[in-house]
């Protein structure tokens, strides 16, 4: 509970030195930005804990932290040369990172598999 505040707090501060920063950008480029973010960092992420049972919570983490990554860094770096919006190499990193690591960690228990079928069989 107490590190949901710290990472509010932190999201707080940082939107704030944006918004005072006079070169930030117009608001259309910076929700943008944002969109591109979050697609990269958490789509992948989102998207193979709906369909692929072998996911673990280390590959989510890696997903979710080099999506992100990979992001900001194609925004800043490649971005204006390529012109390619950084979102589809941020969310095919993110999404690569996943199944990678989902593979290498230990296979979720099968308390969590059954949750996972369960959830499937709710569709009836």
Not at 16 to 27: C, Q, T, V, W, Y
Not at 44 to 57: A, D, E, G, K
């Amino acid at each position: 509970m107490f590190s949901c505040r710290v990472v509010v707090l932190i999201i707080a501060v940082v939107a704030m030195i944006i918004a005072l920063n006079p070169g930030a950008g117009s608001i259309m480029s910076m929700v943008e930005n944002a969109w591109g973010l979050f697609g990269a960092a958490f789509g992948p992420v989102i998207i193979l804990s709906l369909y692929w049972r072998r996911m673990t919570f280390a590959g989510a983490s890696a997903g979710i932290f080099v999506g992100a990554i990979v992001d900001v860094l194609w925004y800043a770096l490649l971005s204006s040369k390529t012109g390619v919006y950084e979102i589809i190499p941020g969310f095919a990193a993110g999404l690569i990172a996943t199944v990678v690591i989902s593979l290498v960690s230990p296979a979720p228990g099968k308390d969590v598999e059954k949750l996972f079928d369960d959830a499937l069989e709710l569709k009836d």
